[in-house]
């Protein structure tokens, strides 16, 4: 028997007819460490049938307190309904949380899908009595249709009043974000400051329409929400924040569609009662979040749609890092050589060919590139390998495609992953 | 039975290990203008045994005097051997003709590659009695690999000797370029200079690995040879053929991967006495030359990797050139947008999302997007449509996609194709 009508059941199914597309869902184990390990966090995430699976798909994340914060949203310059209200209710540094829905992404939906956003944060304030322009709004899913705002507003009352800290409602808020995701993608950290522990942690969302290019001057519809009970002012947050985006889901592509609707959120609570202020906590700090957002951008990777394996494309000694950048995302953006990852076949020819395709210059008589760990060209001329077995070592789950340039001392890497049939029925077998 | 140890023999079957994928082969009827309709010209096509596929892997073009020539290359960094030499070959701007292989790009191959395109061209030229830096060389196929020049040489001088003026040689010439093409591309056209016929022709090849930008200042391995029996100076024909390739090949893409190889060839051997020197002579000639150049690029997105559909990305109203041709571009190689095609899903929402990633002004408030013939986005808001109708007219051999930025006045055209799991396939399930 089914909910009764307007009743809202997390994981019951529903019948509602707005799609995504159908497609198996794995919910995995919850690590230890969630999104409310860090203290002075709360989630929750409930179902309102936005989507048809019996999955949640809207999310609340709140703080105790009045958290610093710093965002980055995408640089496409087709932006969400959720993002300019989003890109205002962010510039003072200050939020008390996120009510996030996935399903529907709110973009290419004019005025109204602007009031539809804030009529999200409305609701969401009036539950947890504060300013509606303390929380950030988010929307993930098909672009280009007006939200069932009659099935988010009281899906968002539901989740107040659902609010926890258990790895459980982190779960929860982790399944609200997810579209063709396969997985959960959670990281986290910690560090101490004056030998008092400061925890960092993170769930992301993201598998295609991914090549985040995020900033404050980002491609994808990812999502990525961070939280920390460290103490720290917007500015630091909002600096490390930039410099670890850079290093993270800025360096991560599955099609390097830029979305509409990228999101990248920092909530800090304080409640640690530890301050980044001093040079030695900034470093603690810059280094922890760029190991969890590495971690979340290499999950995207990982869990890209039809995805089989995770590829790095390394490109080291290169003339400057610009460089770098450049010819590592000309090989990991073409879908031939994706094609032959896939097919774990090792025609080095697309890959040296890609690189010549940078905008920057490269000199293939002076590089040096080995695949899955054997050198296949080097000096302008083939080098001597055995097929079969690096085509052996690419059917690893992670390949790696490492290309020294020999004209600097530069490097990159980007994250992607191959390009399956699976993609394709992804994209292609399913109607909006 | 087979053919002897030795023996060259076009179109029969030959068990030379050394691949280029198996794949359905459908030779066309041809045109009645063909190659070696314009005045001047001879070819052949011979089976050397490069393809395991009985079909014609080396081909020659002649023209029987020395003709006057451009030639453009691709402007990938990484050059294969024959575009190396065949830069130097063409910079006179005179060419006795042209010695082709497929199955084998020679490119990544260092010094011993360029000694082998040289020597490609030493072996043309004494069965044609030329100096050899008139024979301009090409080759497409995988990269690599050193040509197997024991059966390249002896194939030279066999096509040498079949050499022709009939549509069969055309024909044969023609199916010794293509490597995965499905059908052979050709395209004519004609004009007249002061009541004297002037006769253009084209063959090209090109179906993965294409994205070309040709230039003397061009992405794909994409060969194309014209010939005209027009009397034209080098420079003329250089300055023509780049404003055509600029409004043609240069605007084609099927996976936006550009080949070390691409090469563009005009030969015009003048045999037709008219000249190619007054204003009402050079506009005719250049529109001849567009038109047949347009057909040819518009045949290779026809026949892209795993293609179902053409795809015509048109941009008006764009502040510049430039923009409309960025934008256009975004658009075409978008792998979502390319799946929706191939879904004949109404999907625009990717389209307006890869618009906004071009790295120039664009403001989805102020356009309007036409899919199919119906308008589906305006002024930043969705239209009202019928899905299931713009699916259906999806359905089509050609999809356009029109999409004014009502902010100028300037317009480009790209031709693309659909995404299929059958590119995945071509790609990604043989080994090199």
């Not at 009743?7 to 199914?13: D, K, N």
């Not at 009043?161 to 779960?171: K, P, Q, T």
């Not at 950048?325 to 994706?338: E, G, T, Y």
């Amino acid at each position: 028997m089914g909910p009764k009508p307007g009743e809202l059941v997390p994981w019951a199914f529903d019948a509602a007819p707005c799609p995504p597309r159908p497609r198996r869902y794995i919910a995995l184990a919850m690590k230890t460490a969630h999104l409310l390990w860090p203290k002075g966090f709360l989630a929750a995430g409930v179902h309102a049938g936005i989507k048809t699976r019996p999955v949640p798909d809207v999310g609340l994340l709140i703080s105790r307190q009045t958290a610093t914060a710093a965002v980055l949203f995408t640089t496409n310059q087709v932006v969400a309904a959720p993002v300019i209200v989003g890109r205002r209710h962010a510039a003072a540094g200050r939020l008390r949380g996120v009510v996030v829905n996935s399903g529907n992404a709110n973009a290419c939906t004019g005025k109204r899908g602007e009031k539809d956003a804030l009529k999200m944060c409305k609701v969401g304030a009036e539950q947890i009595n504060c300013d509606q322009h303390l929380i950030l709004p988010s929307s993930t899913g098909i672009i280009g249709h007006l939200l069932p705002m009659s099935k988010i507003s009281p899906a968002i009352v539901a989740a107040a009043a659902r609010l926890g800290d258990s790895a459980e409602h982190a779960g929860q808020f982790a399944d609200a974000i997810m579209t063709t995701d396969l997985v959960r993608k959670t990281a986290d950290a910690k560090f101490t400051v004056d030998r008092q522990e400061v925890r960092l942690a993170g769930v992301c969302k993201g598998s295609g329409m991914i090549g985040p290019r995020l900033g404050p001057i980002g491609h994808a519809t990812m999502l990525a929400y961070l939280t920390t009970d460290a103490l720290a002012t917007p500015a630091i947050l909002k600096k490390l924040l930039a410099a670890a985006a850079n290093e993270s889901f800025n360096a991560v592509t599955v099609d390097d569609h830029a979305s509409t609707n990228d999101t990248l959120c920092l909530l800090a609570s304080g409640m640690s009662g530890a301050k980044i202020d001093s040079p030695a906590a900034t470093i603690s700090f810059a280094a922890a979040l760029k190991d969890v957002c590495q971690s979340l951008a290499r999950q995207i990777a990982a869990d890209g749609e039809g995805a089989e394996k995770i590829v790095t494309i390394h490109v080291s000694g290169a003339q400057n890092e610009t460089a770098a950048k450049a010819i590592a995302r000309a090989i990991a953006v073409s879908p031939l050589v994706k094609c032959a990852m896939h097919g774990n076949d090792p025609n080095w020819g697309r890959i040296v060919s890609a690189a010549g395709m940078a905008a920057v210059a490269f000199d293939a008589d002076r590089c040096v590139l080995k695949l899955a760990g054997t050198i296949v060209f080097r000096a302008g001329k083939p080098a001597r390998f055995s097929a079969p077995a690096v085509s052996a070592a690419m059917k690893r789950k992670e390949v790696i495609v490492d290309l020294n340039c020999n004209a600097g001392r530069a490097q990159a890497t980007i994250w992607t992953c191959d390009l399956s049939k699976e993609y394709v029925t992804i994209n292609a077998d399913y109607h909006t």
